[in-house]
């Protein structure tokens, strides 16, 4: 029955009109599983002897236990952004002699094969295979090792039981950054009296069991909750929902736009699609964290320039990047209405806009960096307001691959609403302003980079006009293709 699941649904991806783009997608995932699968083997391969020379007084495996519940912490934040749960159209199997059993289990047997599950494989077996060499215990080794792959399988049961709640996300991330606070201010160090229970597992053996029975207990209770829903009236039932009614009045003042603002906003607001990439485009905020924190990026401000885009500009990256895509539901009846296109351009671009004006106010904080960094941030938003934003829209244009609104899957993982050539508009918007800041960088100083940076911004907004026209000529020479892609399901 297994073999049978698999080959409905090859076949169902084979003949489906998105293949071309399907299949170029699941390459460049491959592709990016033997990247960061290479990634994690050679770190586990080299992790025995740089943790041996780093700490010669400790053991690496009672390091590496000290340690592991921040890994734990990772990956159950990682999951839940990223992790792709599978899905099944299980209503034609609902009306014929298929047991449900059967069924479910095999949509639990499909978790197993998440990448996810495999970077900890990666990660631990080499190092376990070194430990061995080194003349570690055999039994103690393999057994951790194993508990260790049991704890892994945990996190991925309960990470399925979990996507549907922001509040344990929440709740994760809380107690990562309390317990990274306490250890850096030197308040509690939560590594030693957890890292006993992990030294606990390589010890005795035995303990290896409970991670074992912890598992299965995840797969079962996965299972009955899936069980529970899993019947034909409750999956063509349809549901009622109540809709918290907003008032947006005070919208009216953008004229002609504001039906589609408010459009956009309630979308933004009701929709879990939406919700996920506003929160994802919240995250980008401390993306210069990563270079602005570091001192060989300093000798790089190419580098710096990179960054201050992402930091005002994850709104406008995540959601502008899938305009019209977002309307892709109701796109028919939206463009039979008796409206300018351009209202409806320049409304998201309004959006782009005041995201990216916010997201500099909340970036205010970096000030603690220098102001030649905070001078950056600023440039760079100004090149996102005024150039970025209509590169998004031209991008846009280009764009037919429908979106639905209220999908469980994954902002970052998901790719519905993908398509191959965003990849290719990405590039302008990533390598532009780094040249814009670095000739006149490396022909004057850095403050020649700074202005003109932040010029190309002022200048893309003297000639808003011209652009958005050029990009409603556009959309309007595409109109009806763009209608037909919205309509076709997959």
């Not at 069991?209 to 797969?219: A, E």
């Not at 200048?459 to 009806?480: A, M, T």
Request: proline residues 4%; glycine residues 6%; aromatic residues 18%.
């Amino acid at each position: 029955m297994i073999k049978h699941f698999l080959n409905l649904e090859w076949k169902q991806f084979k003949r489906a009109s998105y293949f071309q783009k399907g299949l170029a997608i699941k390459i460049l995932l491959f592709l990016a599983v033997l990247y960061f699968g290479g990634i994690a083997i050679f770190i586990g391969g080299i992790m025995f002897f740089g943790l041996e020379k780093a700490f010669p007084d400790v053991d690496p495996i009672v390091m590496v236990n000290n340690y592991l519940i921040y890994w734990i912490l990772f990956e159950l934040m990682i999951r839940y952004f990223m992790q792709q749960l599978p899905v099944m159209n299980i209503k034609p199997l609902m009306i014929i002699p298929i047991k449900r059993n059967t069924i479910i289990n095999y949509l639990l047997g499909k978790t197993i094969l998440s990448f996810f599950n495999f970077i900890s494989l990666f990660l631990f077996l080499p190092f376990s295979i070194v430990l061995l060499f080194q003349g570690y215990p055999v039994i103690n080794v393999v057994l951790w090792f194993i508990a260790i792959m049991c704890i892994n399988l945990s996190i991925n049961f309960l990470n399925f039981l979990i996507n549907k709640s922001n509040t344990v996300f929440y709740g994760i991330a809380s107690v990562l950054i309390v317990i990274i606070s306490l250890r850096y201010f030197n308040i509690f160090d939560v590594t030693e009296p957890i890292g006993k229970l992990f030294n606990g597992l390589y010890n005795q053996p035995y303990f290896a069991l409970i991670p074992l029975l912890l598992m299965v207990g995840l797969y079962k209770v996965n299972f009955d909750f899936i069980r529970k829903g899993f019947y034909l009236d409750g999956a063509i039932s349809k549901k009622v929902k109540e809709v918290e009614a907003t008032d947006l009045s005070w919208m009216d003042r953008f004229g002609s736009m504001a039906p589609f603002l408010k459009n956009d906003v309630k979308m933004i607001w009701r929709n879990a699609r939406p919700k996920q990439v506003l929160m994802m485009s919240f995250l980008f905020l401390f993306y210069g964290l990563i270079f602005y924190t570091q001192d060989v990026y300093r000798d790089m401000p190419a580098f710096l320039a990179f960054a201050s885009i992402f930091v005002t500009g994850g709104f406008l990256l995540s959601f502008g990047q899938l305009v019209p895509s977002w309307d892709s539901e109701y796109y028919k009846m939206l463009m039979s209405q008796n409206i300018p296109y351009r209202q409806y351009l320049e409304s998201k671009w309004y959006l782009m806009v005041v995201a990216v004006a916010v997201s500099f106010v909340l970036s205010t904080p970096y000030i603690y960096f220098g102001w030649e960094i905070f001078g950056m941030i600023a440039a760079g938003a100004l090149f996102n307001i005024g150039l970025n934003t209509f590169i998004t829209l031209f991008g846009g244009a280009l764009n037919r691959v429908p979106i639905e609104l209220n999908t469980k899957a994954k902002a970052f993982s998901n790719t519905n609403g993908f398509n191959p050539t965003q990849l290719l508009i990405a590039l302008p918007k990533m390598v532009l302003p780094m040249l814009l800041f670095y000739i006149p960088y490396k022909l004057i100083n850095f403050n020649a980079g700074l202005i003109a940076l932040a010029l190309s911004g002022v200048i893309g907004l003297v000639f808003k006009n011209f652009f958005l026209n050029k990009i409603e000529g556009i959309y309007q020479k595409g109109k009806y293709k763009t209608i037909a892609a919205f309509s076709e399901k997959k």
